[in-house]
């Protein structure tokens, strides 16, 4: 799967006695635990980001040659919670947060997916209502990652290349968050640490709640009705 070129880690800083350390490798993820709140589990849109977000993660930590965070399903120091429409209520995602037993003080990253009639709006408000309950569990929020209209681009999701013009902004967002991920820090903390030169989201939040122009939706939902 080729991958484009993730966020510039931070240089490494010197100490007071001259060493030099690099803090956010320090922090790298040892154990990346995964909730997903979705239609179909094993099939929708939202379970193919997922896995793209995984194989993104073990592919730039080989790139650095640092260790590849274990995939695990209890105990992580780092939690994604993935969530399609409908956007779930405070209460489900209180108690599926509680479900994992995180470590305390494990970083929460979301990624939220909306169909054709979820608006921006509704899915900031999704990733604020998953903020307060990661703060109300004492776990820390490292942001979240939106996408518009998943559905109407599952089928590129499962066939376009990855950085072809289908799928480019999602999987550009999807590395965004790896990086955050990777380096324990939240989203927006990690784009100033890397000098990203974006716009950065005072709230944590990489939006990409439009992948591609309306007008080439239809093109695209055109191509997948004759392809089928």
């Not at 109300?136 to 013009?165: C, V, Y």
């Amino acid at each position: 799967m080729p991958l484009n070129s993730p966020e510039r880690s931070p240089e490494p800083k010197t100490s007071s006695d001259g060493t030099e350390h690099n803090d956010i490798a320090a922090a790298l993820p040892k154990r990346i635990g995964s909730v997903y709140l979705g239609r179909e589990k094993a099939h929708g849109p939202g379970a193919i980001v997922l896995d793209d977000f995984f194989a993104a993660t073990a592919a730039y930590a080989k790139l650095s040659r640092s260790h590849v965070p274990e995939r695990v399903d209890s105990a992580a120091d780092t939690l994604i919670l993935c969530v399609e429409t409908p956007l779930p209520p405070s209460r489900t995602v209180l108690h599926r947060l509680r479900e994992t037993h995180a470590r305390a003080g494990a970083r929460v990253y979301a990624i939220v997916l909306g169909d054709a009639g979820c608006s921006a709006n509704a899915m900031r408000g999704c990733a604020e209502r998953i903020k307060d309950a990661c703060l109300s569990l004492e776990l820390a929020w490292g942001g979240a990652l939106i996408i518009g209209d998943a559905w109407g681009l599952e089928r590129a999701l499962r066939t376009a290349p990855r950085m072809g013009f289908w799928r480019r902004k999602i999987s550009e967002g999807t590395d965004r968050l790896v990086a955050a991920a990777r380096s324990g820090l939240p989203v927006s903390e990690c784009q100033l640490r890397a000098g990203a030169s974006s716009p950065i989201d005072p709230d944590d939040l990489i939006d990409v709640s439009k992948p591609i122009p309306a007008w080439t939706m239809c093109i695209r939902r055109f191509i997948d009705n004759v392809t089928r």
